[in-house]
């Protein structure tokens, strides 16, 4: 019989609740409390909690506090990625983002939902799916990225879109919901 945490791994209805789970999200609430509680010249401490924290750290990435996320080991970084502020990205799965990526300020990334039917809903169920971002892609500000998407390599993504579909390469996409309006 497979745990809740790898039901929520393969993308599977699962109870968030457990000790497991619960024991994770608070050693990950913990460590992203201390790196937002950094001064602006700790880079070495910041570098070492997000090393940490995350499933994998480049030495030229980097988050601007304050930043959230739920378990963080689920977050794969490329090199030299960037977040502007107020970063929100709920890892319930696999959060890919490659190479050269760049965020505006508040761009939030949910592999977390939750089922549609009211009945299922209330048991407390909820599922994840993962998000990729390919290479050298921008996200601008305040974008929010749904469950299950891929943004394709040097794909631009307007502030305020709602990406709930994914976006093929090297195309400008914008919109709620997100919709490619011309290619690069």
């Not at 490329?78 to 696999?94: E, I, P, Q, S, T």
């Not at 290479?135 to 943004?151: C, E, Q, R």
């Not at 919109?175 to 011309?182: F, Q, T």
Request: aromatic share 10%; proline share 6%.
């Amino acid at each position: 019989m497979p745990t809740e945490k790898e039901k929520m791994l393969a993308g599977e209805l699962y109870l968030a609740g457990g000790k497991e789970l619960a024991d994770e999200r608070l050693a990950a609430r913990t460590a992203v409390h201390n790196y937002n509680a950094t001064t602006p010249e700790q880079f070495a401490q910041r570098a070492a909690i997000l090393k940490s924290l995350l499933g994998t750290y480049h030495k030229t990435a980097f988050i601007e506090p304050v930043f959230r996320c739920d378990y963080g080991y689920n977050i794969h970084l490329g090199k030299a990625f960037y977040a502007n502020f107020g970063c929100v990205m709920l890892d319930v799965n696999r959060i890919e983002i490659g190479d050269y990526v760049k965020f505006g300020p508040n761009v939030q990334l949910y592999t977390a939902g939750h089922p549609l039917d009211p009945e299922e809903r209330a048991t407390f169920k909820e599922f994840g799916h993962p998000i990729s971002i390919g290479d050298k892609v921008w996200i601008g500000g305040g974008a929010i990225v749904l469950p299950n998407v891929t943004i394709g390599e040097g794909a631009t993504i307007g502030a305020g879109s709602v990406v709930t579909k994914s976006i093929p390469p090297r195309v400008v996409a914008v919109g709620n919901p997100c919709r490619v309006i011309r290619e690069l």
